[in-house]
Every structure is written in structure tokens, then in C-alpha cells.
């Protein structure tokens, strides 16, 4: 384990479904992400939370909406996605936020859209 | 805004053989730079990461790293791989101070045959 916990490993949700993903750090950083992960693209920063604050979204569609209730919880909220929205969706989290220190990964979730 | 370049999508290897893996970045100013690592089934890890000094940076598992500021570039080198280094490498930038995102390449994946 890395100190950040993502759940569920696995998730295979329809069009029209609304799921969630949770991922949570006992670490004491500040700072947490949601980044996506595709075949052969970079990994997609798609929200900051610093502070339990956004501070950045980086122009997600309306269908992915992240909650982070405290600095050691963040949400994905997801509803009527896409198919190329499969994808493996990681949770990072740092110190703080922009200090280039490193990240700390969680193992992610691997969502299949049907 | 800055990026990075991964040029080896996917190295083949025997082992014992010597790695340089390819890292360019795009922006011209100071920078951290890292590499992280993601071995099959498991999350991305911090490889190393280099802030200032000595530009040949040492990690773990017997890797290092030698930022080269007027070629822009950051390989990853290991002088006698083993099977277990089989995984996808990926290279990050960002830019210290504030709040800077760290940047990902596209990731190269290293197979190494026993």
C-alpha cells in the first residue's frame, strides 16, 4: 500500500449510470489530484484540490464532478459518461500543492464504459 | 506551458543490457524534473527527481538520471537491467515555486526478456 487508497479497483458502469469513485490518504499532504490515465496519451490532470479548495480544473467535462469533503477524501462523482471515458483514473496526492515535491499515487480504478 | 516528450514508446530489452531512456521538456526556465515508474498491476512511484545541484541524480533500484539544461533533457539510464525492471517509465516536469502542475509524457514501456 502506498498510503493512498483508491476504491473500487474495478468499476464497470453503463451510460446512464451514476457511480463514484473514493480515494483517500492518511498522509498528511495538503494537496490532492485526480489525473487520468489512457493508452499511449500523458496522464490527464483533471482536478487540484489544495487545502480541501479546487484549485484547478482542467476543462473536464460536466459529466465527472469531484467533491473532496476533507483534506483526506476525495470523490468522482461520475454520470452518463461516455465509452471513451474508460480509462484508468489515478489519485495523487502531495504535500502541497506545486512545491514539485514528489506525488504519492494510489493504485487506481479501472473503469470500463458500456 | 511546458511539456514533455517521450520519444521510445517501447524498449525491448536482454538482460544485463545497458538503458538510456529519452526525456525531453519543452520550457526554458528552472524546472524540477522527475521520473516515476508503474510495474505491472502496481501504482506509479517516485523513481527520482531532480531540484537543483548535481545534475546526475541517483534513485532507487540502482537507476540515475542526468539533466542536461542546454539539450533540455532528463534520460533515464541503468547500466545492467533485470527482468524485474519491466515496467512503464514516465518523465515529469514542473516548474518550482506556486502553484506549478507537474506534466507528464506519454510513458515508455520497457520489456526486459530473461
Known amino acids: 500500500e502506498t498510503g493512498v487508497t483508491q476504491t473500487p479497483r474495478h468499476l464497470v458502469m453503463g451510460m446512464t449510470n451514476k457511480k463514484s469513485l473514493k480515494c483517500e490518504q492518511h498522509?498528511?499532504?495538503?494537496?490532492m489530484y485526480w489525473y487520468k490515465q489512457s493508452a499511449k496519451k500523458p496522464l490527464e490532470l483533471m482536478f487540484v484540490?489544495?487545502?480541501?479548495?479546487?484549485?484547478e480544473n482542467n476543462s473536464v467535462p460536466s459529466r465527472f464532478s469531484p467533491e473532496c469533503p476533507n483534506s483526506s477524501h476525495l470523490f468522482l462523482h461520475l454520470h452518463t459518461l461516455q465509452p471513451e471515458d474508460s480509462a484508468l483514473y489515478l489519485c495523487?496526492?502531495?504535500?502541497?500543492f506545486g512545491t514539485g515535491d514528489g506525488y504519492t499515487f494510489g493504485s487506481g480504478t479501472r473503469l470500463t464504459v458500456v | 506551458a511546458q511539456s514533455v516528450s517521450q520519444h521510445n514508446h517501447h524498449v525491448i530489452l536482454s538482460e544485463a543490457a545497458s538503458l538510456e531512456l529519452g526525456c525531453n521538456y519543452s520550457y526554458g526556465g528552472t524546472v524540477n524534473l522527475f521520473w516515476y515508474v508503474q510495474y505491472p498491476g502496481q501504482h506509479l512511484q517516485l523513481l527520482l527527481k531532480?531540484?537543483?545541484?548535481?545534475?546526475l541524480v541517483k534513485g532507487i533500484k540502482g537507476f540515475e538520471a542526468e539533466f542536461i539544461k542546454s539539450k533540455f533533457s532528463f534520460n533515464l539510464r541503468k547500466p545492467s537491467v533485470q527482468w524485474s525492471d519491466t515496467a512503464e517509465y514516465f518523465c515529469?516536469?514542473?516548474?518550482?515555486?506556486?502553484?506549478?502542475?507537474?506534466?507528464f509524457g506519454t510513458g515508455t514501456k520497457l520489456q526486459v526478456i530473461p
Open positions: 515529469a516536469v514542473n516548474r518550482p515555486g506556486g502553484y506549478q502542475k507537474v506534466t
Open positions: 484540490y489544495n487545502f480541501k479548495e479546487q484549485t
Open positions: 495523487a496526492s502531495s504535500q502541497d
Open positions: 498522509l498528511g499532504h495538503n494537496a
Open positions: 531532480y531540484f537543483s545541484g548535481d545534475p
